[in-house]
Nanobody, 120 residues
Framework: QVQLVESGGGLVRPGGSLRLSCVASGKIGGLYAMGWYRQVVGRQREFIATSTNRDTTDYADSVKGRFTISGDFVNKTVYLQLNSLKLEGAAVYYC??????????????WGQGTQVTVSS
């Protein structure tokens, strides 16, 4: 029922920029946050940034000052602006949506991910 679809990934040069988008569909009871994570082969999924429906944001130290998250909770859409990309920024980027009042209680939903490749 709930689906999250990311887009905007691709190939970028070191120092370049990308803008990722994520649109959620379906009923997410008590939606309060949407965010971004990334994962590379051999590593755990890493928190990148979160936006809440109270207009607060949180960032991982590794991306502060370079990435910017923005959320539109009316349309269940979240964006991530990636600036000054580094080689270590290459990963699959996943969108998440967190609801407090789903049929199973608090729950975090995930998209399928979008690939960001950083190469010269």
């Amino acid at each position: 029922q709930v689906q999250l679809v990311e887009s905007g990934g691709g190939l970028v040069r070191p120092g370049g920029s990308l803008r990722l988008s994520c649109v959620a569909s379906g009923k997410i009871g008590g939606l309060y946050a949407m965010g971004w994570y990334r994962q590379v082969v051999g590593r755990q999924r890493e928190f990148i940034a979160t936006s809440t429906n109270r207009d607060t944001t949180d960032y991982a130290d590794s991306v502060k000052g370079r990435f910017t998250i923005s959320g539109d909770f009316v349309n269940k859409t979240v964006y991530l602006q990636l600036n000054s990309l580094k080689l270590e920024g290459a990963a699959v980027y996943y969108c998440s949506a967190e609801g407090l009042r789903t049929n199973d209680g608090p729950r975090q939903y995930w998209g399928q991910g979008t690939q960001v490749t950083v190469s010269s």
